[in-house]
Structure formats: structure tokens, C-alpha cells
């Protein structure tokens, strides 16, 4: 992947910082990417697809091998298996009393502990594409789960849609320092309303730079202060 993505680049006569850019990361990201020292995301992946002009399936076919076809699908697999079990455990941390959480809310503790998640160690739990939408940042498989999994249970009160569990996570698809990870932002959010916790995400830089339904690059929460990113 790391010479195609060169040989891209420099065809289109892109310097790193030009096609850094481009992919919403930093042009040490994007050496890091070229050097061979950091994967690509899957929505990265997309993003140079589309920059190029080509399909994702043809950049796999030219640049991949079998087994490396393979490793990217387990990839896949593996991100919506942890993007599944930190729903259950930003519920389970972070509903009230009751056992129970409104999907906004969910959706913006789960958002908040991806990019925090990256804030630390440029690694986000899943590494799901999110976009932003008009309640904020959110991962469209969010709304797969919520919708068809049996692990959840989804009811209406009012005007607002609560989010419950029907089984418990389990502690070993996320690593302990992940989960700690959660556990901290889920606590510190728990006894937020819905409408404080959104207006905390619509203040931060990746919803505010971003156009609508856009996806938002994990590397511009790299831009804010520490008290910011959670």
C-alpha cells in the first residue's frame, strides 16, 4: 500500500503536505503512512479513492496480495466487533440509575471515546468513518446496531429514543487501557444531559470545520487543547 500510495502522489505531482492535507492528517502522519511505520485507516483508504480517482477494489487488486486482502477484511471485521462492544460499554458506564441512555447521547459518548481514543496514542478504538450530521459526529454502522442487534434494546419515551442493555460487554474485545479509556469519559459525562454533551461536541474542531454530512478526519481533534477533547 505505502508505494502505491507514492507512486499516486507523486503522478499527480502532490507534495506530502498537499495530499496531507487532503486526508485531513498531519504531513508526518502521512510520512509515517509512506514509510511503512502506520496503517491506513478504511476511511483513509476511501479518501484516497476518491483524491484519485480510483476504486478502492482496483487499489487493492494492484497493490495487495492475497493474504494481505485477507488481513484487510479481518480488519473490518475486527473495527465493527469494537465499534459494537464500545456501545455496550459507553452504556453500560454511562447510563443513568436506571440502566438506561438516550441515543443521542450514546452516540456522542461513543464519538467522544474514538477521537480521544486517537488524541492518545493516534489509534482510535474502532476507526469507523464518522460524519457530521445535524446532532453531531456520528458512525452510520451506530445506527445498524441500535437498530438490529440483539444485545441492545432501543424504546421511545416522549420524544427521545433510550438505549439499553440486554447482555454485558465483553472485557476482552477492547484492551484494558481502552476500556479504562471509556470508563473515564462515560463517568465524567454520566450525569450530563443530552443537550450539554452535544453542544460540548459542536464546539469542538472536528463538527465545526467539517461540512454537513462530511466525513470528519480523526486528526483534526489533534488540534485541540486537552480539556477539550473529552
Known sequence: MKNLIIKLRKAAKLSQEE???KLGMSRPTLMAVENGTRDITLGELKLISKIFDIPVEVILDEDMGVLEKMELQNFSEKAFQKFHNLILQC???GAGADGKITKTKLAKLVYLCDF???YKSLHPISGLE???LAQGPVAIEFFDILESNESISVEKKNNAFLVSLNEQPDDSVLSKEEQKLVRTICEKWKKADTKQIV?????QLPWAMCRDREVIPYSLINNEEPQNVY
Do not use: G, P, R, V
Not at 453542544?199 to 464546539?203: A, I, L, P
Open 19 to 21: 495530499l496531507a492535507q
Open 91 to 93: 452504556i453500560k458506564y
Open 116 to 118: 480521544a481514543s486517537y
Open 130 to 132: 464518522y460524519h457530521k
Open 199 to 203: 453542544d460540548f461536541t459542536h464546539k
